[in-house]
């Protein structure tokens, strides 16, 4: 996940208890690390937990993700994500606004599209790794297809409720569509100078 | 379809799985868990190692359309891989989860050619999740039959604008292309882009709502 944030020019830093992974992380992806308990209010204060836009709650033990991402929650993160595998927790999760990822789901999902072979799953992970993104815009009425300078982006189809529709010049896009575009990978987040 | 080990991934698959209505095995060597997954998903599990060949015949492995080996254990799933080819799943699919990358290149060279990881499925997920999309409704689209996917690969060389009536009577209609692949990576198909023979253009082909 580092790899990929780093890729998309976001500022990352790495909260682990390990003093290896630590090590090893700041010399292989250059990241800032921090190394601590994530559920220690010390550890995300140094790790600069108020700057943070959106905090990852990755850690193999779905109780330390929950009570970190609560935390996160506290010290006003907008986007939280929680890697969860048990349902209860999940719940507490969700009720709190923390959106909630499985490892075993996520997994099951793209096993699924390899043996039904869903091709917009399989695409979407080989631009994932080639530097490209899937995104959505969402649009309202009357404005027509977004513009891009070229070779940024390029809109794929609109979703307008449980329909897909093809984009194209004359496409009059409503209230609630969502056009989804590839674009080039750009930096997620604008970062102030320190 | 069988699926070699019955943790957190071999159990979300089976679910899903049986929501297709697939005919699923389950085989895991703990008694626990096989007893807590029969329980729960209702399904044949067959307790054992499977990378013993009497507990793969057991499981219908020479009948089988995918055999997936997902245990937390890289080494024990190319085994479980490597002895149902052995034991006559010829005809089926072998998928292999493999948690460690370096383990791709031991896959490859013993034939065995699809292989998931876990971790980089998960940060592909995540990625989008951060980017407010998610996966599962890209995936659901072309589940539920709204959209579909093809390519047509290019004989000549010319700009995509000029070349894109042609490849569109390939496609037939209601198709917008949305990726160029040359040699395995992808391109934006903006409309200068200029094709060269051998590349893969695919299009998103609209399908009525079912």
């Known amino acids: 996940m580092a790899k990929i944030l780093k890729s998309q020019r976001v500022h990352v830093t790495v909260v682990d208890k390990s003093k290896d992974v630590c090590e090893r992380l700041a010399k292989r992806l250059d990241v800032d690390v921090v190394r601590g308990d994530a559920t220690d209010p010390l550890t995300l204060e140094e790790a600069r937990i108020e700057e943070a836009k959106v905090f990852l709650a990755l850690t193999g033990d779905d109780s330390v993700n929950t009570i970190s991402s609560l935390m996160a929650r506290r010290y006003g993160v907008e986007k939280i994500i929680a890697r ?9 999760c ?22 039904y072979h869903n091709r917009l799953v399989e695409l979407t992970s080989l631009i994932e790794e080639e530097g490209l993104d899937i995104e959505y815009v969402d649009y309202r ?37 969502k056009v989804f575009v590839i674009r080039r990978r750009r930096k997620l987040f604008h970062v102030p100078e320190l | 379809m069988i699926i070699a080990g019955g ?22 060597k703990d008694p626990a868990v096989c007893a807590r997954l029969r329980e729960e998903l209702g399904v044949k599990v067959v307790e054992g190692d499977a990378t013993n060949m009497e507990v793969l015949k057991s499981a219908g492995v020479d009948r089988c359309d995918v055999l997936l080996a997902l245990t937390g254990q890289g080494n024990v799933n190319v085994m479980v891989a490597l002895a149902a080819t052995a034991c006559g ?32 499925s998960a940060a592909i997920v995540i990625s989008e999740m ?31 604008n000029d070349l894109l009536s042609k490849l569109l009577d390939k496609v037939g209609g209601g198709c917008h292309p949305i990726l160029v692949l040359r040699q395995g990576k992808p391109l934006l198909p903006n409309h200068g882009l200029k094709l060269r023979p051998g590349d893969e253009v695919v299009f998103i082909k609209r399908r009525e709502a079912p």
């Open chain 1, 84 to 92: 969860i595998e048990d349902l209860n927790y999940a719940n507490v």
């Open chain 2, 130 to 160: 951060v980017r407010g999309v998610k996966l599962t409704t890209l995936a659901e689209m072309y589940y539920r039959g709204y959209v579909d996917v093809e390519s047509v690969k290019v004989d000549v060389e010319g700009h995509l």
């Open chain 1, 141 to 177: 009425k009357g404005s027509g297809l977004p513009r891009f300078k070229r070779n940024e982006a390029y809109p794929i189809m609109v979703v307008r409720g449980s329909e897909v529709l093809l984009p194209s010049p004359e496409l009059s896009l409503e209230d609630g569509d």
């Open chain 2, 7 to 28: 943790g957190g991934v071999g159990k979300a698959l089976a679910r899903r799985l049986i929501d297709r209505g697939e005919d699923v095995v389950i085989i895991d």
């Open chain 1, 94 to 115: 969700r009720a709190n606004n923390i959106e909630v990822v499985s490892f075993a789901e996520s997994a099951s999902l793209v096993l699924e599209a390899l043996i």
């Open chain 2, 89 to 120: 799943c010829r005809s089926g699919r072998i998928i292999v989860r493999i948690d460690d990358e370096r383990y791709v290149e031991v896959c490859h060279m013993l034939g065995i050619k699809e292989v998931v990881n876990p971790s980089k």
